[in-house]
């Protein structure tokens, strides 16, 4: 039986606005229009013999996670926290060290969270090719097989052959120029790097040991002086900080083919030939999306006219487009990106500015998610705030207080538990009720049916961060 282990960091920058930092790329629905990139990548699993997935995701993206694993049924699913990043070797080690806590030393196969693959069965077909290797103590990485000659991926030389299907590794490449992708691609015996891959634990602990023993050594102090929460697993906080930042690939997989010290055929390559993307841009998702007759890609309300090969996601209202060609326009209720596709890359640089300005369009959707449900800004002003919460049927926000704030909440739908102070009472559709500044509170949903309201802030300071919770069911207090 395999393990999987499921990376879901992300900073969210390359597919802004649509992905921000607090709700990146893995969450959202982009190449499926019914699952996020993380529950595409779990599905993809049915068929195989595995495990239930380990997840690790940072720290901030907890709720998110156990909430798309729940709509799965997978509420039983182990995620691992990352208090912060420390990149993918780290990561992986704190994995492999929990996963032989709880089994004798399983085989993990190892997947980023927000990847496509759209053949499944040759993806399932180069899984089984991996396995009697990993099994013999290989560690295993995917070759994509490459389609054109691409300057923004890393790239993997292959060696003799190794068994049936797999390959010698000899050599990663760091990101290469044109010129030499393109020698690359007519060679035939070099691959896009996946960051993917498959090993026993112990064998990826033993040579994490003995070419970076600090990293094994953080995460070691990290997990032991950890705790479970339900489904979480919290490391220690100041034990991961001290752990060095580093990849698989630099802190692992290239000093084994460099190592003196055994044979390099200890890293092998399976080539994986399934349709693969990591979605690293607007023009990529373009890419793999189905086109009408004048190639565009139109998600939402969209209207084009005389619009060619270009992408147009509208979020919240119509788009209209005349006589543009290669744009890619997404559209959401808080910020509106127009781009060339053959500058999408530079994005990021537009992230760079909002973090310098200190906006926050950058950090969340204007529709925010909470383990009970979420909120929409709608309107704000000098001194008030609106919002449109959802409560999820049988959630209950923490009991809290505010220092510089009231609220007034007006219910739309369904059956809202107010605790106000010493007071505890029922609000329904068409009523209200008042909450003055310093007054200990709770919402709850007894219903069956989400509760939809909307709350008036009003006051000197109307930040997230004026929250004095008291009791919570998760965890926040």
């Not at 602990?205 to 919290?234: K, N, V, W, Y």
């Not at 990021?348 to 529709?367: G, T």
Request: aromatic letters at 8%; a negative charge.
């Amino acid at each position: 039986m395999l393990f999987p282990v499921i990376m879901a960091g992300g900073s969210g920058s390359r597919l802004w606005p649509l992905s921000r930092q607090l709700n990146p790329k893995q969450f959202l629905a982009l190449a499926d229009a019914q699952l996020s990139m993380l529950q595409a990548t779990i599905q993809r699993l049915d068929g195989l013999d595995v495990g239930l997935p380990r997840l690790i995701c940072n720290e901030q993206h907890r709720f998110l996670a156990a909430e798309q694993l729940r709509q799965l049924g997978l509420e039983q699913a182990n995620i691992l926290l990352e208090p912060v990043g420390r990149n993918t070797a780290p990561a992986i080690a704190l994995a492999a060290l929990q996963a032989i806590e709880d089994a004798e030393d399983p085989i993990l196969l190892v997947l980023a969270a927000d990847h496509l693959i759209q053949d499944v069965a040759a993806f399932h077909a180069s899984i089984q090719t991996a396995l009697p290797l990993a099994a013999d103590g290989k560690l295993v990485t995917f070759g994509i097989v490459p389609t054109h000659p691409e300057t923004g991926y890393g790239y993997i030389e292959q060696g003799a052959s190794v068994g049936e299907g797999g390959y010698a590794v000899n050599r990663f490449v760091e990101k290469p120029g044109l010129a030499t992708a393109r020698d690359y691609l007519g060679c035939g015996n070099y691959f896009w790097n996946s960051g993917m891959f498959m090993f026993h634990a112990s064998r990826y602990l033993q040579e994490l040991e003995r070419f970076q023993p600090a990293i094994l050594s953080a995460c070691r102090a990290a997990l032991a002086g950890g705790e479970q929460d339900m489904h979480f697993t919290r490391v220690d906080p100041d034990a991961f900080a001290a752990c060095p930042d580093d990849s698989i690939d630099y802190a692992v997989m290239e000093p084994l083919c460099n190592s003196a010290e055994g044979s390099s055929a200890d890293a092998v390559m399976v080539p994986l030939d399934a349709g693969w993307s990591d979605i690293g841009s607007w023009s990529a998702l373009w890419d793999v999306s189905a086109k009408d007759a004048e190639g565009n890609v139109f998600k939402g309300d969209v209207l084009g006219h005389n619009t060619r090969n270009s992408y147009v996601h509208a979020d919240s209202r119509l788009v209209a487009t005349v006589g543009v060609e290669d744009l890619v326009i997404v559209e959401t209720k808080d910020a509106v990106l127009v781009a060339h596709k053959d500058c999408v890359q530079d994005v990021k640089k537009i992230v760079e500015r909002l973090k310098a300005d200190d906006r926050q369009e950058h950090v969340n959707n204007r529709e925010v998610y909470r383990p009970w449900g979420m909120y929409d800004s709608i309107d704000n002003g000098y001194r008030y705030q609106v919002k449109r919460i959802t409560v999820q049927p049988g959630a209950k926000l923490s009991v809290q207080m505010h220092h510089h704030r009231a609220e007034h909440w007006i219910v739309v739908s369904g059956t809202a538990k107010v605790t106000n102070g010493e007071k505890t009472y029922l609000v329904t559709e068409n009523q209200s009720t008042y909450i003055p500044i310093g007054q200990v509170h709770a919402l709850e949903n007894p219903g069956v049916i989400p509760l939809e309201l909307i709350e008036v802030q009003s006051g000197s300071y109307l930040g997230e961060d004026d929250i004095v919770r008291f009791e919570d069911l998760y965890g926040r207090v």
